[in-house]
């Protein structure tokens, strides 16, 4: 009887982290232009959501940089072609941009950097996606973000 409550226990304490909603999640961007995923879930239940970025690259943020930038998927191709045009002193995004829901700095190999924001702007069942708006990557560094 003791060993069955101690159980019970147990598994009650277990099943509070796998309830928990997950509320951030860490992207690795590399040196051959690559995200290692293409989908990012982003779930209301929380307040605010991380995406952290990690680049596991050596080749510096002039040649190979990368940053997550969200924006409706609708946006995603003239913030980009803005992007290019907003060039290396703004790290390659139009400073201010009412289109960019959340965006990490630009960085280089070896580096990391987050973004934090309020579910609130997203949509449950929008479309929108993530993608590095460093020259060239948009279209292959790209990705769905997923709201439910
Ligand atoms: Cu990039």
């Not at 995603?76 to 959340?102: C, E, H, M, S, W």
Request: glycine share 8%; charged share 20%.
């Amino acid at each position: 009887m003791f060993a069955k409550v101690t159980l019970a226990a147990l598994l009650s304490v277990m099943a509070v982290p796998a309830m928990a909603a997950q509320c951030d999640v860490t992207i690795e961007g590399n040196d051959a232009m690559q995200f290692n995923t293409k989908e990012i879930v982003v779930d209301k239940t929380c307040e605010e959501f991380t995406v952290n970025l990690v680049h596991v690259g050596k080749l510096p943020k002039s040649a190979m940089g990368h940053n997550v930038v969200i924006t409706k998927a609708a946006d995603k191709q003239a913030v980009a072609t803005d992007a290019t045009k907003a060039g290396p002193n703004n790290d390659y995004l139009p400073p201010n941009d009412a289109r960019v829901i959340a965006h990490t700095k630009l960085i280089g190999g070896g580096e990391k950097d987050s973004v934090t924001f309020k579910t609130a702007d997203l949509e449950a069942g929008g479309d929108y996606d993530f993608f590095c708006s460093f020259p060239g990557h948009w279209a292959i560094m790209s990705g769905k973000v997923v709201v439910k």
